[in-house]
């Protein structure tokens, strides 16, 4: 039964999608990849998050900049929070997937969740583990929070986390990512052996 949250952010790509068909976007030819706390809920149906951060790729011959127009004028939606009460979702104007780190080959290991048959969007949501590792930049106590409870899940391989989260940090700009790997490594080996 998929929770107010989830179908909050389905809501919102149905909505983006109706006005994408008002500007003649052909069928299935953007491609939203969920991040932050949407997808950390969408993965654990636990936390929630007042904005989706979206890493959108497009078929050939879309105007994203068209795209970005649509999604500035496009509504909040409301939804009731069985915990919190009423709630909103909106779009993270801001977020970009290159502010931290990300393995390249992401899309590869994302899931297809919402495809609809004349919908101009379609919704992928990446790995648990690519979530994780997107984490590490920022690191604040949320971050950490969201990367133990993915990385908690049984579905969930810490030795593939630590293995693209390497690889991402060959190429990631900001600060090394081995001390926060290794914090990582020793806050799941307490959960899993605690004194």
Same mark, same amino acid.
């Given at each position: 039964?998929?929770? #107010?949250?989830?179908?909050?952010?389905?809501?919102?790509?149905?909505?983006?999608?109706?006005?994408?068909?008002?500007?003649?976007? !052909?069928? %299935?030819?953007? %491609?939203?990849?969920?991040?932050?706390?949407?997808?950390?809920?969408? %993965?654990?149906?636990?936390?929630?998050?007042?904005?989706?951060?979206?890493?959108?790729?497009?078929?050939?011959?879309?105007?994203?900049?068209? =795209? @970005?127009?649509?999604?500035?004028?496009? #509504?909040?939606? +409301?939804?009731?929070? !069985?915990?919190?009460?009423?709630?909103?979702?909106?779009?993270?104007?801001?977020?970009?997937?290159?502010?931290? !780190?990300?393995?390249?080959?992401?899309? +590869? @290991?994302?899931?297809? *969740?919402?495809? =609809?048959?004349?919908?101009? =969007?379609?919704?992928?949501?990446?790995?648990?583990?690519? *979530?994780?590792?997107?984490?590490?930049?920022?690191?604040?106590?949320? +971050?950490?929070? +969201?990367?133990?409870?993915l990385l908690?899940?049984?579905?969930?391989?810490?030795?593939?986390?630590?293995?693209?989260?390497?690889?991402?940090?060959a190429y990631?700009?900001?600060?090394?990512?081995?001390?926060? *790997?290794s914090y990582?490594?020793?806050?799941?080996?307490?959960?899993?052996? !605690?004194?």
């Amino acid at each position: 039964m998929p929770t #107010p949250m989830t179908l909050a952010i389905l809501r919102l790509f149905a909505n983006l999608a109706e006005d994408l068909a008002r500007h003649s976007f !052909p069928e %299935h030819s953007v %491609h939203a990849y969920l991040f932050g706390g949407c997808a950390v809920h969408l %993965h654990t149906q636990a936390r929630t998050s007042s904005d989706v951060d979206v890493e959108f790729s497009y078929e050939e011959m879309i105007n994203s900049s068209e =795209v @970005r127009l649509v999604l500035q004028a496009l #509504p909040p939606v +409301d939804y009731d929070d !069985p915990a919190t009460g009423p709630s909103q979702l909106v779009w993270d104007a801001n977020f970009n997937t290159t502010f931290g !780190p990300l393995h390249e080959d992401y899309r +590869d @290991r994302a899931v297809l *969740i919402e495809q =609809v048959r004349g919908s101009s =969007v379609d919704v992928w949501l990446p790995s648990a583990e690519d *979530i994780a590792v997107s984490k590490l930049g920022r690191f604040a106590h949320v +971050d950490v929070a +969201d990367i133990l409870a993915l990385l908690s899940l049984p579905t969930a391989s810490w030795e593939r986390f630590r293995s693209l989260a390497k690889e991402a940090a060959a190429y990631y700009v900001g600060p090394a990512l081995d001390g926060k *790997i290794s914090y990582i490594g020793k806050l799941l080996n307490q959960t899993a052996n !605690p004194l």
